[in-house]
């Protein structure tokens, strides 16, 4: 693809998917706009084997606007970064079409690793900010990972992983649309946790006064069939 019509349709993507851009002018400021051109040259470079001058490209692009893309990474089409400061992305990270990153997302490796270490960003996926996605592993197509999760395993497609550490906590068999990947809408798994806790503590406390009620039932009961008893021993001959 030529350096024209990338850089046409990276100003197309920005404008779909951010509402604050009022011109295609505007776009020419955005961080995650000049760091994908600054990316795109320095992955060229690292394919050829220029491995010196790739990187001194691509940290220039981390010092104008604090987003780190490893030139080794491979990027799909339709790649968004809104906002962007702190997002890194490692060098053997695989991310698909469509895909939006938010602030401070990490893509990354957990040390421990060799050879490719760091995630697979299948098609269609919300990565929202804040979030750690770490290791050698999948993100299916059109999923979402919510703001702040922690990510250590795979993620089937057509999920939402929220948490600390990251799980599934909705899945369904249908592709989502892009313009349903937001950072609001998603299940809070601690707050529903905390809801079952409280609706099992209050049917317990409830059948612990059934219980107590029961019991002093049976205790009446007892005391009068004991009286009973008393009184026909002693009105006997």
């Known amino acids: 693809m030529g350096l024209v019509k990338r850089i046409k349709e990276e100003i197309a993507v ?21 760091v994908m051109l600054h990316y795109r040259v ?17 940290q220039r692009g981390v010092r104008k606007t604090g987003i780190e893309i490893h030139p080794g990474a491979q990027i799909g089409k339709g790649f968004f970064i809104d906002h962007g400061n702190g997002v890194i992305i490692g060098e053997t990270t695989i991310i698909g079409d469509n895909v939006t990153l938010y602030q401070g997302v990490t893509l990354g490796g957990t040390g421990k690793e060799q050879g490719k270490r760091h995630p697979t960003v299948g098609n269609n996926v ?14 299916g197509d059109n999923s979402k990972i919510g703001a702040g ?3 250590l395993e795979e993620v089937p497609p057509n999920s939402t992983v929220v948490g600390v550490p990251g799980r599934v906590v ?30 099992a503590n209050a049917e317990l406390t ?27 021993a002693g009105g006997g001959p």
Request: aromatic share 8%; hydrophobic share 40%.
């Open 149 to 151: 999760s922690v990510v």
């Open 14 to 34: 920005i404008r779909e998917r951010d509402p604050a851009v009022h011109s295609a002018m505007e776009v020419f400021l955005y961080p995650g706009f000049k």
């Open 42 to 58: 320095a992955h060229r470079l690292y394919l050829k084997k220029h491995y010196f001058l790739a990187r001194w490209i691509s």
């Open 170 to 199: 909705k899945r369904d068999n249908h592709a989502l649309p892009q313009d349903e990947l937001d950072q609001v809408n998603l299940p809070d798994p601690v707050k529903e946790d905390l809801g079952n806790l409280h609706r």
């Open 206 to 232: 409830n059948r612990m006064i059934d219980l107590e009620r029961e019991l002093k039932a049976l205790k009446k009961q007892g005391q009068k069939e004991l009286r009973e008893i008393a009184a026909g």
């Open 126 to 139: 919300m990565i929202s900010a804040g979030a750690k996605v770490l290791g050698s592993f999948t993100i």
